[in-house]
Protein backbone atom coordinates (compact mmCIF):
# COMPACT_ATOMS: atom_id res chain seq x y z
CA UNK A 1 0.00 0.00 0.00
CA UNK A 2 1.34 3.20 -1.08
CA UNK A 3 0.63 6.74 0.81
CA UNK A 4 1.54 10.38 0.14
CA UNK A 5 -0.48 13.03 1.73
CA UNK A 6 0.48 17.08 2.44
CA UNK A 7 2.23 17.55 5.90
CA UNK A 8 0.90 19.57 8.19
CA UNK A 9 0.90 23.27 8.58
CA UNK A 10 0.81 23.83 5.18
CA UNK A 11 4.12 21.78 4.23
CA UNK A 12 5.53 20.79 0.86
CA UNK A 13 2.88 18.07 -0.68
CA UNK A 14 4.85 14.69 -1.88
CA UNK A 15 4.10 12.90 -5.01
CA UNK A 16 3.87 8.89 -4.53
CA UNK A 17 6.60 6.68 -4.45
CA UNK A 18 8.13 5.74 -7.46
CA UNK A 19 7.99 1.66 -8.19
CA UNK A 20 10.67 -0.08 -10.34
CA UNK A 21 11.55 -3.13 -10.66
CA UNK A 22 14.74 -3.90 -8.91
CA UNK A 23 17.61 -6.18 -11.10
CA UNK A 24 20.09 -6.65 -8.02
CA UNK A 25 17.42 -8.66 -5.94
CA UNK A 26 14.93 -9.70 -8.98
CA UNK A 27 11.99 -8.07 -6.98
CA UNK A 28 9.48 -4.98 -7.59
CA UNK A 29 10.64 -1.87 -4.98
CA UNK A 30 9.43 1.34 -4.06
CA UNK A 31 11.73 3.93 -4.15
CA UNK A 32 11.73 6.64 -1.53
CA UNK A 33 12.44 10.28 -1.63
CA UNK A 34 12.79 12.60 1.65
CA UNK A 35 9.06 13.25 3.14
CA UNK A 36 7.75 9.97 1.45
CA UNK A 37 6.79 6.55 3.85
CA UNK A 38 5.25 3.40 2.18
CA UNK A 39 3.89 0.53 3.91
CA UNK A 40 3.34 -3.21 2.30
CA UNK A 41 2.68 -6.93 3.07
CA UNK A 42 4.34 -9.89 1.04
CA UNK A 43 6.84 -9.50 -1.63
CA UNK A 44 9.17 -7.19 -2.85
CA UNK A 45 11.21 -4.31 -1.61
CA UNK A 46 10.98 -0.53 0.15
CA UNK A 47 14.49 0.94 -0.72
CA UNK A 48 15.82 5.00 -0.04
CA UNK A 49 19.38 6.19 0.21
CA UNK A 50 19.56 8.88 3.55
CA UNK A 51 22.21 10.91 4.42
CA UNK A 52 20.88 13.83 7.47
CA UNK A 53 17.81 12.84 6.81
CA UNK A 54 16.62 9.16 9.00
CA UNK A 55 14.29 6.15 7.65
CA UNK A 56 12.60 3.99 10.36
CA UNK A 57 11.74 0.79 9.19
CA UNK A 58 8.62 -0.68 11.08
CA UNK A 59 7.67 -4.75 11.08
CA UNK A 60 4.91 -6.24 12.11
CA UNK A 61 6.86 -10.33 12.48
CA UNK A 62 3.41 -11.63 12.97
CA UNK A 63 1.69 -10.31 10.00
CA UNK A 64 4.79 -9.86 8.35
CA UNK A 65 3.59 -6.23 7.47
CA UNK A 66 6.29 -3.95 7.35
CA UNK A 67 6.64 0.18 6.20
CA UNK A 68 9.31 2.60 5.93
CA UNK A 69 9.58 6.59 6.00
CA UNK A 70 12.62 8.92 5.37
CA UNK A 71 12.42 12.44 7.28
CA UNK A 72 14.51 15.23 7.24
CA UNK A 73 12.85 16.89 10.26
CA UNK A 74 13.30 16.08 13.69
CA UNK A 75 10.20 16.02 15.88
CA UNK A 76 10.99 17.37 19.04
CA UNK A 77 7.65 17.37 21.42
CA UNK A 78 7.63 21.26 22.20
CA UNK A 79 8.47 23.76 19.65
CA UNK A 80 9.86 25.69 22.17
CA UNK A 81 12.53 23.17 22.64
CA UNK A 82 13.89 22.98 18.83
CA UNK A 83 15.14 25.36 16.54
CA UNK A 84 12.45 23.85 14.10
CA UNK A 85 9.81 25.50 15.80
CA UNK A 86 6.45 24.87 14.44
CA UNK A 87 7.69 22.46 12.19
CA UNK A 88 8.91 20.20 14.97
CA UNK A 89 5.97 18.11 14.69
CA UNK A 90 7.28 16.54 10.99
CA UNK A 91 9.06 13.84 12.47
CA UNK A 92 5.99 12.48 14.66
CA UNK A 93 3.66 13.00 11.44
CA UNK A 94 5.94 10.80 9.60
CA UNK A 95 5.96 7.91 12.12
CA UNK A 96 2.69 8.12 13.26
CA UNK A 97 1.27 7.99 9.12
CA UNK A 98 3.39 5.39 8.57
CA UNK A 99 2.37 3.29 11.52
CA UNK A 100 -1.46 4.21 10.73
CA UNK A 101 -0.92 2.61 7.30
CA UNK A 102 0.36 -0.36 8.93
CA UNK A 103 -2.62 -0.87 11.29
CA UNK A 104 -4.57 -0.53 8.39
CA UNK A 105 -2.78 -3.27 6.68
CA UNK A 106 -3.50 -5.44 9.54
CA UNK A 107 -0.56 -4.99 12.13
CA UNK A 108 -1.07 -4.53 15.41
CA UNK A 109 1.16 -1.98 16.95
CA UNK A 110 1.66 -3.42 20.26
CA UNK A 111 4.25 -6.21 17.93
CA UNK A 112 6.02 -3.42 16.33
CA UNK A 113 9.67 -3.54 16.15
CA UNK A 114 11.78 -1.15 14.44
CA UNK A 115 15.40 -0.55 12.14
CA UNK A 116 16.30 2.64 12.33
CA UNK A 117 19.49 4.37 9.79
CA UNK A 118 20.72 7.56 8.51
CA UNK A 119 21.21 10.58 10.66
CA UNK A 120 24.71 11.10 9.13
CA UNK A 121 27.05 14.40 8.87
CA UNK A 122 27.00 14.77 4.89
CA UNK A 123 25.23 18.45 4.79
CA UNK A 124 28.61 20.87 4.23
CA UNK A 125 28.32 24.23 5.20
CA UNK A 126 25.38 23.87 8.16
CA UNK A 127 27.52 24.66 10.71
CA UNK A 128 24.69 25.66 13.08
CA UNK A 129 22.95 22.79 12.68
CA UNK A 130 23.36 19.07 13.57
CA UNK A 131 20.74 17.98 11.59
CA UNK A 132 21.37 14.29 11.68
CA UNK A 133 22.09 14.22 15.74
CA UNK A 134 18.70 15.44 16.13
CA UNK A 135 17.00 13.02 13.65
CA UNK A 136 18.69 10.44 15.54
CA UNK A 137 17.70 11.29 18.93
CA UNK A 138 14.21 11.72 17.67
CA UNK A 139 13.72 8.98 16.32
CA UNK A 140 15.07 6.60 19.66
CA UNK A 141 13.09 8.93 21.89
CA UNK A 142 10.11 7.80 20.01
CA UNK A 143 10.27 4.57 19.86
CA UNK A 144 11.14 4.12 23.89
CA UNK A 145 8.49 6.34 24.67
CA UNK A 146 6.14 4.31 22.26
CA UNK A 147 7.44 1.14 23.64
CA UNK A 148 8.80 -0.09 20.28
CA UNK A 149 11.38 -2.24 20.30
CA UNK A 150 14.62 -1.17 18.77
CA UNK A 151 16.12 -4.30 16.97
CA UNK A 152 18.66 -2.66 15.22
CA UNK A 153 20.22 0.82 13.96
CA UNK A 154 23.16 2.28 11.78
CA UNK A 155 22.96 5.66 12.63
CA UNK A 156 25.36 9.08 12.96
CA UNK A 157 28.73 9.19 11.31
CA UNK A 158 29.68 10.65 7.94
CA UNK A 159 28.28 8.35 5.03
CA UNK A 160 25.50 8.00 3.33
CA UNK A 161 23.32 5.40 3.66
CA UNK A 162 21.88 3.28 0.83
CA UNK A 163 18.86 0.88 2.30
CA UNK A 164 16.87 -2.07 1.05
CA UNK A 165 13.85 -3.28 3.21
CA UNK A 166 12.00 -6.60 2.39
CA UNK A 167 8.85 -6.48 4.65
CA UNK A 168 8.22 -10.18 4.20
CA UNK A 169 10.69 -10.78 6.34
CA UNK A 170 11.74 -7.92 7.88
CA UNK A 171 15.42 -7.88 6.66
CA UNK A 172 17.20 -4.57 6.06
CA UNK A 173 20.01 -4.42 3.82
CA UNK A 174 22.86 -1.50 4.01
CA UNK A 175 24.74 -0.17 2.01
CA UNK A 176 27.23 2.88 2.93
CA UNK A 177 28.43 4.56 0.13
CA UNK A 178 31.08 7.10 -0.08
CA UNK A 179 30.46 10.76 0.60
CA UNK A 180 31.51 12.66 -2.53
CA UNK A 181 31.41 16.56 -2.25
CA UNK A 182 28.44 18.14 -3.32
CA UNK A 183 26.79 14.74 -4.57
CA UNK A 184 23.54 14.08 -5.41
CA UNK A 185 22.55 12.66 -1.87
CA UNK A 186 23.90 16.17 -0.20
CA UNK A 187 22.07 18.31 -2.92
CA UNK A 188 19.00 16.90 -2.29
CA UNK A 189 18.73 17.06 0.87
CA UNK A 190 19.87 20.37 0.51
CA UNK A 191 17.20 21.75 -1.45
CA UNK A 192 14.52 19.92 0.69
CA UNK A 193 15.54 21.69 3.94
CA UNK A 194 15.72 24.99 2.19
CA UNK A 195 12.72 24.33 0.94
CA UNK A 196 10.96 23.15 4.11
CA UNK A 197 12.22 26.32 6.02
CA UNK A 198 10.03 27.92 3.93
CA UNK A 199 7.33 26.18 4.37
CA UNK A 200 7.13 27.19 8.77
CA UNK A 201 5.48 30.59 8.48
CA UNK A 202 7.41 32.92 10.61
CA UNK A 203 11.00 32.45 10.16
CA UNK A 204 11.55 29.86 13.30
CA UNK A 205 14.41 28.20 10.81
CA UNK A 206 17.50 30.08 10.77
CA UNK A 207 20.11 28.24 8.04
CA UNK A 208 23.45 29.35 7.99
CA UNK A 209 25.75 27.83 4.72
CA UNK A 210 29.39 29.00 4.49
CA UNK A 211 30.05 30.97 1.83
CA UNK A 212 31.81 29.58 -1.32
Known sequence: MSTSRPEPGGAIAQSAPARYFDRDFQVESVKLQPGQYHAAAGDGSISTVVGSCVSSCLWDPVMRIGGMNHFMLPGEPSAAASPWGVSARFGLYAMELLINDMLRLGADRRRLVAKVFGGAQVLQGFDTLDVGGMNSRFVLNFLREEGIELLAQDLL?????????????????????HLQPDGVVQQQERDYLFRLAG????GEIEIFSKAS
Open 157 to 177: GVCPRKLHFFPASGKVQVKRL
Open 199 to 202: TTGG
